[in-house]
Each structure stands twice: as C-alpha cells, then as structure tokens.
C-alpha cells in the first residue's frame, strides 16, 4: 500500500481527510497536539481524517495554519473540502502588485553595493540589483537567458561553480536548503531543479579548497592579501573568485509576513553580507 503525499494527487479526488493527515504525519504531530492547537478534540481530528466529518471551511484553514502548510497547498485543501480557493495567485507583473515591486526594488536597490536578490519557489530570480549582476561576470550568455534560475547559475560547472573555493561546502548548503524546500512543498518543479543540478559534476576538491582556508594559489583576498585563515567567520561564507581576488559572503534569506497571495507567499530576499571588512571595502570601490 502507498502512503499519500501531500501534493501527489488530484487533491479533490483524495478528500481534504487524507491530505490533512499527510501534512500531520510529515510535521511529525499527533491527533492530539493538533487538537490542542486548534482549539480542537482529538476525536473531531480523527473524524476529519478518515472522512466521517466534514470540517469547516474555517476549520480547514485553521489547521493548515498550524500545520504550517504553504499558503498554495491551503489552496488545495480547501478545494479537496469542497470549498473555494482562499488565496489569489496574482502575475508579478500585474497592476495590482506595483506596490511590490516598487518596495522590492527600493530594498534590493538600497542595499548596493552588496548583492540582493528576489527568487520566487523554484530560485528563479525575478530581481537582482548591481552586486549581484557583478558576480555574474563571465557567466555564458546561455546560462542568463531568462528565467534565470539562482541555483543552476550557481552549481553550474559552467556558472559560479568554477570560481566558488569552498565548493563543496556551499553545494552542500545549497542542496541540503532545497532538500526541506521539497519537503515543505512536494514541489515537482523544485524536485527535477533538485535532480539536475544534484548531478553536476564536481571536482574531487573544489578550486583552491585546502589552500590556505580555500584561497587558490596566487590569488588574494578582496583587499589583496592572504589573510584567510585569521577571519573568524560568524556563518558559512561563499568564498568566491571575481577579478582576481576573493570576495567572502554569508547569505540571509527574509520572506513576507503573513502573504494573502500565493506568488507573494512564494518570493524569498536573498541578501549577501561581506563576511569580512575586505570585502565590504572592495565592494564599496567597484560600485563608486
């Protein structure tokens, strides 16, 4: 017998029941703690599940909130219930979205000359101020046909791969952050992104890795130097090569509170902190 996964099929022909308990069992919560969150019994929560109760709409919402179902899959279990979709899922380029786009654009553009950038659920970037279209240099023109996707650009061993020091470790970052994308999704798109660039191949050592903190032979740090070794990071940097010296970043991740939308839902801010002074300074010159 299969078990039923969240997203893997038609969810009207399933019954919100077993979508429910497939949330449940995969966020590791018993009938009961659910119950207790949703100001609910553990009794009515089994009902649900095996399809002798049929919840509320409200119902259905309250317990995908404290299932921490992603805003598209409380679309389908409402849908499964029987009710009409909740959440809209408005075109980026609509009207209706200028506001968005405008702060988006405010925020990534404001915080040059470092990079930012705006990627939707399957890394596509759909914004990208200065700094980062700077580590794109040398990139082939084929691998910046639009969409661009963050990831592939990245892991590509015709991308950033080749320049990244620490390789392996940031590939390792990289695939284990889309490994609970998928998880939290049950994406099929993400999950053949996953697969493809999972089989990129990759040097037995990343460029320059065990030189020096993965500095590569002849090539310094952003401020020329070969100080690797003293800097304390604070987070696991992307040490990565551009114009013959070594830029380090650590990467934050931001998305938006509470979104009524499921393409706002799905947008994630990528920033990129210089993870040293050297950095930072270099940056600051090359965009001035």
Request: hydrophobic content about 40%; charged content about 20%; glycine content about 8%.
């Amino acid at each position: 017998m299969s078990t039923l996964l969240p997203g893997t099929a038609p969810a009207a022909a399933e019954g919100v029941g077993p979508l429910l308990r497939a949330w449940r069992e995969q966020r590791r919560v018993s009938q009961l703690e659910l119950a207790l969150r949703a100001d609910s019994s553990a009794r009515h929560i089994s009902f649900i599940e095996t399809g002798r109760s049929r919840p509320s709409e409200q119902m259905v919402l309250r317990l995908a909130e404290h299932l921490d179902v992603p805003v598209r899959e409380r679309n389908a279990l409402l849908l499964a219930a029987g009710y009409a979709p909740r959440f809209p899922e408005t075109p980026l380029d609509d009207p209706a979205l200028d506001a968005l786009r405008e702060g988006i654009e405010r925020l990534i553009g404001g915080y040059e000359p470092y990079p930012a950038l705006v990627v939707d659920a399957r890394y596509d970037v759909v914004a990208a101020n200065r700094g980062v279209m700077m580590l794109f240099d040398g990139v082939p023109e084929s691998l910046l046909v639009p969409p661009l996707n963050a990831v592939r650009l990245t892991l590509h061993p015709q991308g950033l791969a080749p320049r990244i020091r620490n390789l392996r470790e940031w590939r390792g970052h990289l695939l284990e952050q889309m490994e609970r994308q998928i998880a939290l999704r049950r994406s099929a798109p993400l999950r053949a992104l996953y697969e493809e660039v999972a089989a990129f191949p990759v040097p037995e050592s990343g460029p320059g890795e065990g030189q020096g903190e993965g500095q590569g032979e002849g090539q310094g740090d952003a401020d020329g130097s070969q100080q690797s070794a003293s800097v304390a990071y604070f987070a696991l940097p992307m040490r990565i090569e551009h114009g013959g010296r070594i830029l380090s970043f650590v990467s934050s991740i931001s998305t938006f509170n509470t979104p009524m939308d499921v393409t706002v839902a799905e947008l994630a801010v990528e920033t990129l902190l210089p993870a040293d002074p050297a950095t930072a300074k270099y940056l600051q010159s090359w965009l001035s």
